[in-house]
């Protein structure tokens, strides 16, 4: 079995960040550990609070990891501070994880900014150039190249733009058009267009924490980044066909539908 490592936040609702990355994780037959960045209170309708970890122990959680297992695969999500971003991306170059996912979060559904504007260009100039993939959806990549992206063509633009910050794969999500659900995989020479239905539904909530997490698993189950990025489209598209109405707010996303379909649980 493979075994994948989530650096992320807490989700106390349980349908974003690492309870979102385990359950992402379990659901593709991997065993899945974590590092907690920062605790969060939140629900479906918004975040409340935040609480960061000290950087010293994200760094001890960091260690107690990779000095005991073998880590084959790894997404990093919610990092919020500079001190938490430098003590990531020394542990991961002092470790040398292979395929490594970062998922730039910065606001939150509700619009709580979840990254510190100062520590943006920690996150460009550190994390970025660790990435396997690297899954901004639009308004991130609007933060990370400064540019308005309102079209498909404005988003393959800023795929090259942050493919010039150093990762191997950039993957603009671009649900945030008006038009068919499509994103934009750089390799760095071809660009993808991979389209999806989209989905009526206002339950959304995780969305990206779980596709950067089935990525980063794909990728350590030997898949190619196009290909892991595929099966994990295909992954999402379902978990949000079969999402939750849980809450007052945007409800999360349905990570094991197989598993609850199987038990009869979906049609309670």
Not at 13 to 38: E, N, P, R, W
Not at 192 to 210: D, V
Not at 234 to 245: D, H, L, R
Request: a negative charge.
């Amino acid at each position: 079995m493979k075994n994948l490592l989530t650096i992320a936040g807490s989700d106390s609702c349980g349908g974003a960040g690492i309870q979102a990355d385990l359950k992402t994780f379990s659901a593709h037959g991997v065993y899945g550990m974590s590092v907690i960045t920062a605790v969060t209170a939140q629900n479906t309708q918004g975040v409340l609070a935040v609480q960061d970890i000290s950087a010293e122990l994200i760094e001890k959680q960091i260690q107690a990891i990779f000095d005991d297992i073998r880590v084959d695969g790894l997404k990093v999500g919610m990092v919020s501070q500079i001190e938490t971003i430098n003590v990531i991306a020394e542990g991961l170059r002092f470790y040398k994880p292979s395929n490594i996912v970062i998922d730039p979060v910065m606001v939150s559904k509700s619009g709580y900014h979840l990254l510190q504007p100062e520590a943006k260009e920690a996150l460009a100039g550190s994390l970025l150039p660790l990435a396997t993939v690297v899954t901004p959806n639009i308004p991130e990549a609007e933060v990370l190249t400064g540019m308005r992206i309102d079209s498909i063509e404005n988003m393959k633009k800023a795929a090259r733009m942050i493919f010039e910050m150093g990762p191997q794969n950039v993957l603009i999500k671009g649900g945030h058009l008006d038009d068919e659900a499509t994103d934009i995989l750089f390799d760095g020479t071809n660009i993808n267009c991979l389209k999806s239905r989209r989905i009526n539904t206002k339950n959304t909530h995780g969305t990206g924490c779980t596709l950067s997490s089935a990525i980063a698993s794909n990728l350590a189950k030997g898949y190619s980044a196009e290909k892991a990025v595929v099966k994990a489209k295909e992954y999402i598209t379902a978990a949000i066909e079969n999402s939750f109405s849980i809450g007052k707010g945007v409800g999360p996303t349905n990570h094991f539908y197989t598993l609850y379909k199987k038990a009869g649980m979906l049609d309670e």
